[in-house]
T-cell receptor, first 113, second 113 residues
């Protein structure tokens, strides 16, 4: 009954440090996504993947990299963290055909000081 | 361009009151999908409903009901006899084309006893 699982749930980084957020889904979904949520701005798409080995840029991709080496996992990397990347990050997944419901993980709270 | 507007930033009601959350969307696509998600204080995003553009039938699920009107590009959400547990941020979202979800900025609902 896990659905979409994100780790870690909370992290504090210093400016310039790097880190990776891990997302895992057990629903055999083809598509996976990373969103960020900022106050008053709703959720914005960072990167997404339509299948193993593929990734694409979303609305706000700068400063992030992603990888999808396995179908069930989608990694979000911050190479050199900046205070502007302080946010709540949500991973999500869905089946591939258009219109399918997108299911979200519980969120990862990241603070860059 | 795709856009979702939730004009109500915050709504406060007393328990047992009915409350309607407004959602207005913009899209030129003829096929699209509308969603509502709930974000309780714990932070996760919970899927509530999905509606496609060809189905204007209103839906009721317990105390929740949704009114979809293509003529006014609206997909409003009503909670009947609100309860304290309904306190959350509610997001309306639009999905068109390639599984890209566009969110509104959310409405914070506060239900007091």
């Amino acid at each position: 009954n896990a659905g979409v699982t994100q780790t870690p749930k909370f992290r504090v980084l210093k400016t310039g440090q790097s880190m990776t957020l891990l997302c895992a889904q057990d629903m055999n979904h083809e598509y996976m996504y990373w969103y960020r949520q900022d106050p008053g701005m709703g959720l914005r798409l960072i990167h997404y993947s339509v299948g193993e080995g593929t990734t694409a840029k979303g609305e706000v991709p700068d400063g992030y990299n992603v990888s999808r080496l396995k179908k069930q996992n989608f990694l979000l990397g911050l190479e050199s963290a900046a205070p502007s990347q302080t946010s709540v990050y949500f991973c999500a997944s869905s089946f591939g055909s258009s219109g399918n419901t997108i299911y979200f993980g519980e969120g990862s709270w990241l603070t860059v000081v | 361009a795709q856009k979702v507007t939730q004009a109500q930033t915050e709504i406060s009601v007393v328990e047992k009151e009915d409350v309607t959350l407004d959602c207005v969307y913009e899209t030129r696509d003829t096929t699209y999908y509308l969603f509502w998600y709930k974000q309780p204080p714990s932070g996760e995003l919970v899927f509530l409903i999905r509606r496609n553009s060809f189905d204007e039938q209103n839906e009721i699920s317990g105390r929740y009901s949704w009114n979809f009107q293509k003529s006014t590009s609206s997909f409003n959400f009503t909670i009947t006899a609100s309860q304290v547990v309904d306190s959350a941020v509610y997001f309306c979202a639009l999905l068109t084309g390639f599984q890209k979800l566009v969110f509104g900025t959310g409405t914070r609902l506060l239900v007091s006893p």
